[in-house]
């Protein structure tokens, strides 16, 4: 697989950290620590964040110009945003989707040739334990080899 999960996890952290047109900083208090790796969620438990998580990368040949092919993955990726208060956590999520999907131009970000982003579902919950608010983003990414 020509690009692995952690290069494509690192154009997405990038997205969402350096886009100058994302405001998800300005959410976050500028604190870049909030955003996060599933598997590497803050101990601390804090009160705002956001995790992401690539789920699947699937090789997808297109056609251009009726005779070569281009290899496109398509990068399946969950991202959450979890808040104590459910206002500035609603916020966020829709920032980071609008941003995201509409604002977003083809390029190369850390490396990664992005063609676009999709979502695919947004899901709301309340985790009784913690005592946050989560929402769960559903994209697809197309990302070119």
Known sequence: ???????????????????????????????????????MRLEKDPALGVTYEIDSIDNVDVKKNYNTFIPVNLVSTRIEVFAQDYGTGAELARVLVEELTTTLTPDSYNGVEIQGINVDNVKQDFNTKSRRYVWTV???IRVYN
């Open 1 to 39: 697989m020509a690009y692995n999960g952690l290069k494509i996890g690192k154009a997405l952290y990038y997205l969402i950290i350096n886009n100058t047109n994302l405001n998800v900083s300005t959410l976050l208090n500028n604190d870049s620590s909030l955003v996060q790796p599933a598997p």
């Open 138 to 140: 559903f994209l697809d």
